[in-house]
């Protein structure tokens, strides 16, 4: 089945035509070859490397047809190969191109790469865009983020204990970091360490900075790629032993790391719940598309049971109201408002929606469901993983109720119309 896509009246043109365009592609040219698109293979196998080979080739079929209609990296401004859109028009598009999975890589958009790249527009040198930015943005180069640490809680960065020593013009990082996605990949690596006393009660925040690290330097050891859900991957464990990189490798001034990282989650997590709303969108399309053609006891389609019908209702609720609280969350960022706990509101919520409706859809399809052949169980994955990553639900709920409590000790209560 197609995504829907039509013109939002309250959208202006430029963005109804982004999202029709990149709806297009998306229907066209990525859905008809989704299953052919990742070296997939149902059989219990390895993929063969001719399918591997296939795979490649059509991914850059489809990359160059994106940067054709000239949707290639929504996140990036113009001078760095980016389209230079507005946060609000990149949310708009964001939830178009995740119908498919994976399908935001075709279009330039890749976490951590991402990431970093906003990282390195923001805080990087001229010469960190040269060397760095630009081989990132062009595809010569690949990139990872290495904040968590397997001995410390990564729900709360200033826990961190990796540290950097300056030794004349060098940085000395000794530390060990996991869940660095894309480590194995990965050219250079971002290092959040530390640079100060971390027992210094003031600024304690502050105290952090990051570096960037080439992956071939001496000292950086790879341990391993830690599995996620059962399967090996790039979420690599690595020990910086005595690791030396010049000074100029440091992003912005020594202490703004913390600054950075919420810089980087932030308006990330926007973009990530948008992608969530796009993959709910895909689940719930699969959902009722399989009710309306799936017969089952007594000759009647899954439609007409109440059950399943109740199904429908319930994840159009989620849907709704995780897509308008994340755009009125992007509204409030992109306005100058304080929109933090609005950000921490969206991190938690639309996860859970995203996984209440991936799980319908799932119990829908019964066995397809959770096969490879549909995209709803590494949906279900995708999901669940949220919660944790990004900051974990419970954090950002102390945060919500901080914020709040804050407002009304203040002997102000809580407008809910901004
Ligand atoms: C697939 C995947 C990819 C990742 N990629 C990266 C990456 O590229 N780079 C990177 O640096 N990190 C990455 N991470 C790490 C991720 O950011 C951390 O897992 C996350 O911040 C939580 O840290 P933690 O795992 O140490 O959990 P902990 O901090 O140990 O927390 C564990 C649990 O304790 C509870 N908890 C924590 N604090 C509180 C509190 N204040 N009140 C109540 N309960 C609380 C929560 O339930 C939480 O889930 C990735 C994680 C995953 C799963």
Redesign the pocket.
Known sequence: MAMNVRPVATLDNEVNDIRLATAEIVNEHILPVEHRLWGWTTGGRRASAETVEEARTLRHEIQDRVKGARLWAPHLPKEFGGMGLSFMQHAYMNEVLSYSPGAASLFGVVA?NSGNQKILVKYGTDEQHEQWLKPLTEGRMQS?????EPH?????PRSITTRAELDGDEWVINGH?W????GYAADFFIV?CRTADPDDPVGRNDRMTQIIVPKDTPGVNIVRGVP?WGRGGS?CEIVYDNVRVPRENQLGRTGTGHRAAQDRLGAGRVYHCMNSIGSMWRAFDLMVERMMTREVHGGEKLEEKQFMQGFIADSYIDIQSARLMTIHCAEKMESGADPRTDISAIKVFVPLAFHRVVDRAIQVWGAAGVSGDLPLAGMYQGAR?LR????????HR?LIAKNILRRYHAGESWDFGN
């Open positions: 951590p990872a983020f290495s904040m968590t410390n809680a990564g729900s709360d970091k869940f660095t996605s894309n959040m996620v979420h993983t944790i990553a990004d900051g974990p639900d419970e954090v102390v």
